[in-house]
């Protein structure tokens, strides 16, 4: 019963394109990543089919209760991997905004999807010269790129699963439509990202400080 309710529950939020299987593809076949963090994740373990260290990091009641039944979960990753090893999941029920039990600089993969404001709270446990993937629908891109501790390295562009890597013409992004000064305090004002003239899927930031 179980496995049926991993796999229902995982199925009934993302099925299909909502899996977002072409992001994490696209960012596996950039670099082999050892560690990877996707705090505010819920229950979505498409990043584990794909990457084969993963810790999760969500307080949701589902996700707790998804999580609880760890065999079931790893059962449900090893039907859909695309590594030899062993996947390994590790999930912390509580707010990314909390001091995590993990080792500061530990990851070289941070993940920042739809979750809020990731990249500052969760810099720490990002190793220097590791990369920060995140999107822009809560204003976390723009957060990054204000941040002198990221320097913006990359896009990833493309829909459903035709998704690459492009690190070209970068100066073209993160300009405001609007003549604003684009400021932490604004970003998290709104609660959303701001109107760019172009824009991407996912930006791919280092931490070098």
């Not at 696209?26 to 990457?51: C, D, K, M, N, Q």
């Not at 709270?121 to 002198?148: E, F, Q, T, W």
């Amino acid at each position: 019963m179980a496995v049926r309710f991993a796999e229902k529950l995982y199925e009934k939020y993302y099925a299909g394109d909502k899996a977002r299987r072409g992001l994490f593809s696209a960012l596996a076949s950039w670099r082999a990543w050892e560690h990877v963090l996707y705090p505010g994740s819920f229950i979505h373990i498409t990043a584990s089919f794909l990457f084969p260290s993963v810790t999760y990091v969500d307080n949701d009641r589902n996700a707790k209760r998804f999580f609880s039944q760890m065999d079931e979960v790893r059962a449900l990753v090893e039907r859909n991997k695309v590594y030899q090893e062993a996947p390994q999941l590790t999930f912390h029920g509580t707010s990314y905004e909390n001091r995590l039990d993990v080792p500061e600089g530990s990851f070289d993969l941070l993940l920042s999807l739809y979750a809020g404001f990731i990249s500052k709270p969760c810099k720490r446990y990002l190793r220097m010269g590791g990369v920060l993937a995140v999107n822009n629908s809560h204003g976390d891109a723009g957060l990054a790129s204000i941040d002198p501790d990221y320097q913006f390295i990359g896009v990833i562009q493309g829909r459903g699963d035709q998704l690459h890597r492009e690190d070209d013409k970068l100066d073209a992004y993160f300009k405001p439509k609007k003549e604003i000064e684009v400021t932490e305090e604004l970003l998290r004002t709104l609660g959303r990202g701001i109107g760019y003239t172009k824009t991407a899927p996912v930006y791919l930031f280092r931490r070098v400080r």
